[in-house]
């Protein structure tokens, strides 16, 4: 499977994957390693809040602080599954636990366990936000909870634009660019927990500069569709607020990073009524505004 820009290449196979043909560059193993012991390696622990009805921990074996050569980390989903990996490396290796099921595994490992080791391996910066393309060019949703992200990515999949991702979008800078990386070819239109949700195959499969991103704010039914564009301090919290994988140990790298970004990537407020009915509205607006964003950028 290919997710986040990496071949995911789980041993033994998962009946419920579909092996990817050709060759790829960048490969992350996921093997079991049902014999190691982890007691001698463990030093530091970060406990994480409930999180799908589970108790999740990261340890490592040196202080928290950026990753070094070599470093062990470890993330525990109690009762279900131990990850495990070295710092620099491409393999991540698991131990099961009681409550352990193959599409528990996939689940933890593509939804949140390669976000965190591509955060602390400093490959990628995270968003979360819903994502799609249009006319080829990344657009990002940024909202609060329950705020219409996975309604409108929806939505754009409905007609027929190309998703990046649903919930987590892998970020990165090259060149004064800041780039979407497509998480996993999979949509959860709706709230069920530990669930990958439904495979689509409109899936982007390769990186490219973001070309804006559109905070979705909630409006009364009967709301006017506006869209206006956020500057200084205003666009910085909306960025922020967005942040996923959020370490304390990478507090000020990643403060510095999304200063980069607030100065790059232009961000607009969408004032979105509340009704599905008028969500072809919102898309239309949403559109046409994206393509003259490009023309006055240029």
Request: charged letters at 25%; proline letters at 3%.
């Amino acid at each position: 499977m290919i997710a986040y820009n990496h071949y995911i290449k789980f041993i033994p196979e998962l009946k419920n994957n579909k092996k990817m043909e050709g060759t790829y560059s960048n490969i992350i193993t996921v093997q079991e390693n049902a014999t190691f012991n982890l007691d001698e390696k463990l030093l530091c622990e970060l406990t994480f809040f409930n999180n799908q009805g589970r108790e999740l921990s990261l340890y490592t074996d040196r202080e928290f602080a950026r990753t070094q050569e070599g470093q062990f980390w470890t993330f525990e989903v109690k009762g279900v599954v131990t990850f495990f990996w070295h710092s620099e490396t491409l393999v991540l290796e698991y131990i099961r636990h009681d409550n352990f099921t193959e599409e528990l595994l996939e689940y933890w490992c593509l939804h949140i366990v390669l976000p965190v080791f591509f955060t602390i391996e400093e490959t990628f910066n995270f968003l979360h936000s819903g994502a799609v393309e249009i006319d080829g060019k990344p657009i990002l949703f940024i909202a609060e909870s329950f705020g219409g992200k996975s309604t409108m990515t929806d939505f754009f999949m409905k007609q027929n634009h190309t998703i990046i991702s649903d919930d987590k979008v892998a970020t990165y800078e090259k060149d004064s660019q800041f780039f979407a990386i497509s998480s996993h070819p999979h949509h959860r239109p709706y709230r069920k927990m530990e669930d990958l949700g439904f495979l689509v195959e409109n899936f982007a499969m390769l990186p490219k500069p973001i070309h804006v991103m559109y905070e979705l704010e909630k409006g009364e039914v009967d709301t006017k569709i506006t869209i206006i564009e956020l500057k200084g301090t205003e666009k910085f919290i909306s960025l922020r607020y967005a942040s996923e994988m959020n370490l304390f140990f990478q507090k000020q790298k990643h403060f510095e990073y999304l200063m980069k970004m607030v100065k790059k990537v232009p961000i607009f407020k969408v004032k979105v009524p509340w009704d599905l009915e008028r969500l072809g509205e919102v898309h239309d607006a949403i559109c046409k505004h994206s393509r003259n964003v490009e023309i006055r950028k240029n």
